[in-house]
């Protein structure tokens, strides 16, 4: 049982550091999972679905340790809301890190053939949602209210994206029905992406939690 002030302190801090080690592991899942469908490589798609169960342990290692705290500290009022902001956003990264777990599924799916164009729109999804990623733990580590409320209009232009990329998939799959296949698991990419940039904003609501004790919703 953790002794004083400045021990319970420290492991908090500890927590913290567990949680931006695992953020990032979690962005580079999502950015080599869609360099690897941009070059159909299944080599780094392979390298990113077998990496999965490490964020997966680290999310059980965070949540065990959130939970010794919880029973041998009793927090109560802000420290507790600093355990449970930290339980949520694990949560969250862990479920960006299976949806890049898909998108490299789709790159072992579509091994073997040729894109039916060079990808431009899902590459820019995935590099605003590595730009959400980054923008909701700085917000997170400073605990900066209006750095999160950011991730809201940032989610609206990847929504956008995604309406964009799925009516120029139909266009190629009407044209030619031997690319709607193909369009289908590009389709699936985009919504991944799509779920991705979500899961990112819960976090940013998560931030505004544990800063002002309110929730929020940025996904409206």
Same mark, same amino acid.
């Given at each position: 049982?953790?002794?004083?002030?400045?021990?319970?302190?420290?492991?908090?801090?500890?927590?913290?550091?567990?949680?931006?080690?695992?953020?990032?592991?979690?962005?580079?899942?999502?950015?080599? +999972?869609?360099?690897?469908?941009?070059?159909? #490589?299944?080599?780094? &798609?392979? %390298?990113?679905? @077998?990496? *999965?169960?490490? $964020? !997966?342990?680290?999310?059980?290692?965070?949540?065990?340790?959130?939970?010794?705290?919880?029973?041998?500290?009793?927090?109560?009022?802000?420290?507790?809301?600093?355990?449970?902001?930290?339980?949520?956003?694990?949560?969250?990264?862990?479920?960006?890190?299976?949806?890049?777990?898909?998108?490299?599924?789709?790159?072992?799916?579509?091994?073997?053939?040729?894109?039916?164009?060079?990808?431009?729109?899902?590459?820019?999804?995935?590099?605003?949602?590595?730009?959400?990623?980054?923008? +909701?733990?700085?917000?997170?580590?400073?605990? #900066?209210?209006?750095? &999160?409320? %950011?991730?809201? @209009?940032? *989610?609206?232009? $990847? !929504?956008?994206?995604?309406?964009?990329?799925?009516?120029?998939?139909?266009?190629?799959?009407v044209e030619d029905s031997t690319k709607i296949d193909q369009g289908q698991q590009l389709g699936f990419v985009a919504r991944y992406l799509e779920r991705i940039a979500d899961h990112i904003t819960n976090i940013g609501e998560s931030v505004i939690y544990l800063a002002t004790g309110k929730r929020s919703d940025l996904n409206d």
């Amino acid at each position: 049982m953790f002794s004083n002030r400045k021990t319970f302190d420290g492991e908090l801090q500890q927590l913290k550091e567990k949680l931006l080690m695992m953020s990032g592991l979690v962005e580079k899942q999502l950015h080599d +999972s869609v360099e690897a469908l941009k070059g159909l #490589d299944v080599k780094i &798609a392979e %390298q990113v679905i @077998e990496f *999965d169960n490490k $964020i !997966d342990d680290l999310e059980i290692e965070i949540d065990e340790y959130a939970i010794i705290l919880i029973a041998t500290q009793q927090p109560v009022a802000r420290d507790l809301r600093k355990i449970i902001s930290a339980i949520k956003i694990a949560n969250d990264l862990e479920r960006v890190a299976d949806l890049s777990v898909n998108i490299a599924r789709v790159t072992r799916r579509l091994q073997g053939q040729k894109l039916m164009k060079p990808l431009i729109d899902i590459p820019k999804m995935s590099e605003r949602a590595q730009k959400m990623l980054r923008i +909701s733990i700085d917000s997170y580590i400073n605990e #900066d209210i209006a750095l &999160a409320k %950011q991730l809201a @209009e940032m *989610d609206d232009t $990847i !929504d956008k994206t995604y309406k964009l990329v799925l009516n120029e998939l139909l266009e190629y799959m009407v044209e030619d029905s031997t690319k709607i296949d193909q369009g289908q698991q590009l389709g699936f990419v985009a919504r991944y992406l799509e779920r991705i940039a979500d899961h990112i904003t819960n976090i940013g609501e998560s931030v505004i939690y544990l800063a002002t004790g309110k929730r929020s919703d940025l996904n409206d």
